[in-house]
DNA sequence: CTGTATCCAGGGGGATACTG
DNA sequence: CAGTATCCCCCTGGATACAG
């Protein structure tokens, strides 16, 4: 507790190559999760209703096989949401959210008020800013 | 309206690395806001007072002079944040909170809730799944 | 003190091909 | 259909040195 009050309080559990140890700081764990480009995408995509694999491919429009896989599997181990396989002819894959990913959805939707409601003074303070 | 109806709608502008298309989507702006690993713990260190290019730096803890330059840079084109020289000696630099900035706390403070409130199941649901 | 410039390693993530 | 495996490019971001 030397250095680094505001760093170690709510983000830092190491510099950033280190082992994360696990859970060090909830917010921090949020970021990761917030911060990954396409996991907010996919649970929103599966707010209405559980989607299968290429379903929630095409829902989203621009993403590959791959990152799809991986973030799913890292928001599944979150406990975020749900895979159930049904064993049919062509294998099946049904995604869904979790009570926990549902709950997300709540601060989630107040980030997007928030963006909804002050996209116009971003758009403009840049504009402003790259016009100097 | 032929491919993508999600994606297009809540975020992509462009597969990656072509040019940006400032504000197509509202959400894709506060994701990219977000999920810059700095934009809020600068934020947050904000929160309470005003403070100088190093005393941000020391606030953060883990952040290189590189990346705090750029992370205040673009939290100012943003109209996050405002900057305020000091032609003193050795020149001071100041960095504040604007209106849009601290009307962004709002939201944050909501994801800080709901981590807070739910790092335990997430915690529990990865050692479940690691666990296996 | 507050940056800017340069260098460079690591990893994120797309494209493609293959499997069960 | 639902992934997995491989290749590989490029960007992020740390370290360092320099400037106003």
């Known amino acids: 507790m030397t250095k680094a009050p505001l ?3 709510l983000f830092a559990d190491a510099p950033m190559g280190a082992p994360p140890a696990p859970g060090l700081c909830p917010i921090r764990d949020v970021l990761s999760l917030v911060g990954q480009k396409w996991t907010l ?8 209703e559980p989607r299968r694999f290429s379903a929630l491919q095409r829902a989203v429009g621009d993403i590959s096989k791959r990152m799809l896989t991986q973030t799913l599997r890292d928001l599944e181990r979150d406990g975020m949401i749900s895979r159930e ?24 939707a107040g980030l997007k008020d ?19």
Chains 1, 2 share one sequence.
């Open 7 to 9: 760093g170690n309080l």
């Open 41 to 48: 995408l996919i649970l929103i995509a599966l707010e209405a």
């Open 85 to 108: 396989v049904f064993p049919t002819k062509p294998p099946a894959v049904e995604y869904a959210l979790t009570d926990l990913g549902r709950s997300a959805l709540a601060p989630i």
């Open 114 to 132: 928030w963006a909804n409601r002050h996209h116009g003074a971003i758009k403009a303070a840049r504009t402003a800013f790259d016009g100097v």
